[in-house]
């Protein structure tokens, strides 16, 4: 049984979809086990540069199967949105993306639901309506895929909804954005469109990857946001609505726990973080203008700036224990170039004295201040490296210190955009 799970070890932007792209070459499946289309995973072949939402990143790749598992929820409209532009740029779907039958689906009350409840901006959400729909879930009121297949069952549902709606504005003494029996019969139509033609890809997801298991194939678990947006074990609450460590792929997925046998962690060379929430290691200023500009850090789902610090690696630390990671990609090494020093965090002084790992809650968070370590910084660029020695010393210096501090072998390092820039750091004492 080969399953590897492909986890952020961040707040997510880590650049997993280089990564993913990259591991997908050997793969004969690749899933996708949580998050909705708030995620966004960036590819560059070439010149071309793709963003994917809810298709996995495989499907750039000519071998493996894709599947959209059941722990995450879908937005239908945009999904049939991401496949059209895929297909226009000549990627094949047919046979090679399957949509979980029991999917929770993102309809358009659940972004008027995240408005009117405030969430989208207490917590500073993409405002999707990826939050009130994992509510629905969870208060097992939700719609998914294959309600939407049956035509009684898709307008039992969302009458069903309706009534909630007008109760729950109401309640509130607001008017909706559109006068709601108005809505229903649209949205009766337009999820009924859209459920046939998505029709052909959906599936029982559950029973393929199992049965792939039981082949002896190797399967991908891809992962959305990053570990410290998890909903328990995060930065509550300021976090995401689902669960996005490695313990997500068994449950989003429906494999066996115990198949979970490697897991690859994610990290950006230093720290970043989109909305609100605490965030020890943030730079401020001037600093932190010329770090997001350096490294374009924009959202590539909403294009919001990033809050942007440096690494943090008492976090990290602690990510790897919670994932049980066994092997890490440093990515975005090549955006430090050009500093004459960098800090890394290494601990905090909290109002207890000081702490290794990261409380568990984000008031005790936001009172620690970081411990920092100094490293000598590195002129050149990077970019056109691809081997371990040909690194500037200052380099090889740093990121052996990362692998030390964290306990835990760094696989690779990412030195620029293109899928070729990746230095593979090779093992053992060669490191140095």
Not at 128 to 149: N, S
Not at 214 to 227: F, K, N, P, V
Not at 318 to 324: D, F, K, L, Q
Not at 362 to 380: H, I, K, M, N, S
Request: glycine share 12%.
């Amino acid at each position: 049984m080969s399953v590897t799970v492909l986890v952020g070890c961040q707040w997510g932007d880590e650049g997993k979809g280089k990564v993913a792209d990259l591991l997908a070459r050997r793969m004969d499946w690749v899933a996708r086990y949580g998050g909705g289309h708030n995620a966004g995973h960036t590819v560059f072949l070439g010149r071309e540069k793709f963003v994917l939402h809810l298709v996995p990143c495989g499907i750039l790749q000519e071998r493996p199967r894709n599947v959209i598992g059941h722990g995450t929820v879908v937005d239908p409209i945009y999904l049939l949105q991401e496949m059209d532009g895929l297909t226009r740029r000549g990627v094949r779907l047919d046979g090679r993306l399957y949509l979980s039958e029991c999917a929770h689906v993102v309809m358009p009350w659940h972004r008027w639901i995240e408005s009117l409840e405030g969430q989208d901006v207490r917590i500073g959400t993409t405002q999707r309506g990826i939050g009130p729909a994992y509510q629905d879930k969870a208060g097992r009121t939700g719609l998914r895929i294959h309600d939407l297949l049956d035509p009684a069952v898709l307008r039992q549902g969302i009458e069903e909804q309706a009534g909630r709606l007008d109760r729950l504005y109401r309640a509130a003494g607001q008017v909706p954005p559109q006068p709601i029996a108005e809505a229903v019969g649209e949205w009766v139509a337009t999820y009924a469109a859209a459920a046939d033609r998505l029709r052909p890809y959906v599936a029982d997801t559950v029973t393929l990857l199992l049965a792939a298991l039981q082949r002896d194939e190797r399967i991908l678990c891809e992962g959305a946001q990053g570990t410290f947006l998890d909903l328990d074990l995060g930065t509550y609450p300021f976090v995401t609505s689902s669960t996005t460590v490695s313990a997500g792929a068994a449950t989003g997925l429906g494999l066996p726990p115990a198949s979970l046998r490697k897991v690859v962690g994610i990290c950006k060379a230093y720290s970043t973080r989109v909305g609100e929430g605490p965030f020890p290691a943030e730079l401020s200023g001037e600093e932190a203008e010329a770090l997001r500009r350096q490294g374009a850090e924009y959202g590539a789902t909403t294009g919001r700036p990033r809050r942007v610090g440096w690494l943090d690696l008492a976090q990290l630390r602690h990510a790897v224990r919670i994932n049980g990671v066994t092997g890490l990609y440093l990515t975005k090494l090549d955006i430090l170039s050009g500093m004459p020093r960098i800090k890394a965090c290494v601990a905090y002084d909290g109002p207890a004295g000081r702490l290794d790992l990261p409380p568990p809650d984000g008031p005790r968070l936001a009172a620690c201040r970081p411990v920092y370590e100094e490293f000598d910084g590195w002129q050149e660029s990077l970019r056109s490296v691809r081997r371990w020695l040909d690194l500037p010393a200052t380099v090889r210096a740093y990121v052996t210190r990362v692998e030390e501090v964290v306990g835990c072998p760094i696989l690779g390092l990412s030195v620029g955009a293109p899928r070729t820039a990746l230095v593979p750091v090779p093992s053992g004492r060669r490191r140095r």
